[in-house]
DNA sequence: GGGGCTCCTGTTAACGGTATCATCGGGGCT
DNA sequence: AGCCCCGATGATACCGTTAACAGGAGCCCC
């Protein structure tokens, strides 16, 4: 208990404990050779002078570190959360721990968290989504450590991926629309070019509409993403003045898809008959509210699970294999 | 470009600069002692050869981190996510990064995740709320570096905190139903124990109500905390079932709120004249439902701004002083 | 009795930066 | 001229842990 100017390191543990600093070493790894009472000795004694194992020295010694390294999108997005936390969880039982950043839906800001990471020797990084700078690119490709991207399915990825394909995902809730009768559908999204899934969702809208030869112009850019009810509402406002015979629409999130819902209500349209909605990302807000709504379930915590059996594969010289997630379509009674 | 064995050192710039290694290693210090051109040469020579700066070299040898630890109880809580955003934007401009761990409202995994952390040294460390195991605060009270207690006001703190009262602001809200005219009034909230934050809140309804000369025994403990919109429902649906004259019901969070507004509406129930719903937490979900929900806002993204400033106070060695958070009661139509 | 195990412990040398102090050239001042 | 100061650079030691290797004790078996 004596407050030294110096915390303890091992070299004191050894000298109160009487063995060697690579015993006090060895007693602070679970599997190492080292008899019971010598390590449980050991133990004790750090205990008692309030000893902190230095991580830090650990890592730069043996030269890894015991991170992995994540970048989202946003911290407050539920979808990242469920993937986060399935992550970490399975992480954890390795002693792994995340090192969580998240870009603003900026490739930019990727960019500089990938830079900062790096400098960390992390054991893995994942990413989410497959476009990044030019830069951010090559930074992952010469890092020499598993790479990962995930909620998506890119064409040319980096080292392995863990996602979907969020075109195929738009495309499944668009031939659902136009089987149970909808025709003059509208998409809301955020403004193109930032959030590169959204751009993928509308892009897989367009790409829907045409196969099954409708008119894919009513596209609605509410902002940059992410974006909220309150701007999916507006969206909704903005759309049905500009084109007031849309019969159904597809908004990029369960959020925005909300906010539309609620002004399709304001303005006395009752789904899913005056007009069918769809979202995306099976957030809770979408199975409460009234009427509850149609959507995508991408499957956000298998994801992080996923991505993590991958890490662990990869780290134990196991191949891993890429993750197609089949994301499923969710009919409830916004729509038909 | 040459792809060798090993990732290349500063030892390797300085040989190929012809410049000593310690002169590479000013470099990279924005303030340093170096002229212009000395510092264009390393960089541009670091560069060439795909130089990674070593973090954790740099960490272990100067002795300190630029990591500050933070737990919170959950990912996924747009508050946290709120407060975390502000500290991350505001220490991010000095360089430092956050280590963010959650404690799924669980204090025994706060003190794990408090344990790990402090291996790592960092040069601050952030939890949130204000009660911790024994064995938690004793590690924080002898980590010898700044501790800050968040969303809360704790009568005995460990270090410094920035945070308010939870019983106080579900004071604010019982005056304001009791000053409307609401009389049998409940709380929703999740199970005791778990959640502080939550529990302060109940007690603060049970208290305030008291100081009403009212009834508080209306409470329904709706699981473990988070509770979703889906468990604010079904806690709505026994409330309603045990006290069929509630007359107003006060919820622990916004979600929790927003589940039993619509358990209302399914019930024919119309706020606020029917019932008062009273959230907490100034979610978006509160501003787009259909009525908006009476909240209290407790400024999250402050706190977390505040938390920053303060860290840097101290590590800057000016006076930490504490910072209480005054929160704001928002009425909106789910109460008169 | 000796060779070959297994199990445990110790000795030594790093890992890649930075703190610290020393050195050196040049300019301004007395 | 002599002095000091300042900006720039270099040499060296060292941060706390672990990899790698070297024993030594005890045991089994031929």
Redesign the interface.
């Known amino acids: 208990m004596a407050d030294n100017r110096k ?1 303890p390191t091992m070299a004191d543990i050894a000298r109160i404990a009487g063995v060697s600093l690579m015993t006090v070493s060895r007693a602070f790894k679970p599997d190492s050779l080292i008899s019971r009472e010598t390590r449980e000795t050991v133990l004790t004694t750090a205990e008692n002078i ?1 000893y ?6 650990s ?2 010694r043996s030269q890894k ?1 015991d991170f992995v390294a994540v970048t989202i999108p ?3 997005s ?1 979808n990242f ?2 993937t ?2 399935g992550l ?1 969880d399975r992480l954890a039982s390795r002693g792994l ?6 870009t603003n839906y900026h490739m930019q800001d990727e960019e500089r968290l990938i830079e ?1 990471f ?4 992390p054991q893995a990084i994942v990413v989410t989504g497959g476009r990044h700078t030019e830069r951010a690119r090559k930074l992952l490709q ?1 890092a ?1 450590m598993p790479v990962i991207e995930t909620w998506d399915s890119p064409s040319e990825p980096i080292g392995n991926y863990v996602g979907f394909s969020n075109a195929g995902a738009v495309r499944q809730m668009v031939d659902h629309f136009v089987a149970v009768g909808y025709r003059r559908i509208a998409f809301i999204g955020g403004d193109v070019g930032r959030d590169t899934r959204g751009s993928d969702r509308r892009m897989g809208f367009v790409a829907a509409m045409a196969a099954h030869g409708l008119d894919a112009s009513r596209l609605i850019a509410a902002g940059p993403p992410p974006i ?3 701007e999916g ?1 507006a969206a909704m406002a903005r759309l049905l003045e500009a084109y007031p015979d849309t019969e159904a629409v597809i908004c990029v999130s369960d ?1 925005s898809a ?2 539309a819902l ?1 002004e399709c ?2 303005r006395g349209l009752t789904p899913p008959t005056d007009i069918g909605v769809g979202g995306f990302g099976n957030f ?2 979408g ?4 009427p509850r709504l149609t959507t995508i379930d991408p499957s956000s915590r298998l994801i992080g699970e996923r991505t993590a059996a991958l890490i662990l594969d990869i780290l134990d010289g196991r191949p891993g294999d890429n993750v197609e997630i089949a994301p499923a379509l969710i009919v409830r009674e916004s729509s038909r």
């Open positions: 915390p309030g902190v194992f230095d991580s830090t020295a890592n730069f570190s946003a911290i407050s539920p959360a469920d986060i936390g970490a721990q995340i090192l969580l950043g998240y900062q790096l400098r960390r020797k010469n020499h909220s009810a309150l509402a959020q909300f906010g609620t209500q304001r809770e807000i199975a409460v509210s009234n």
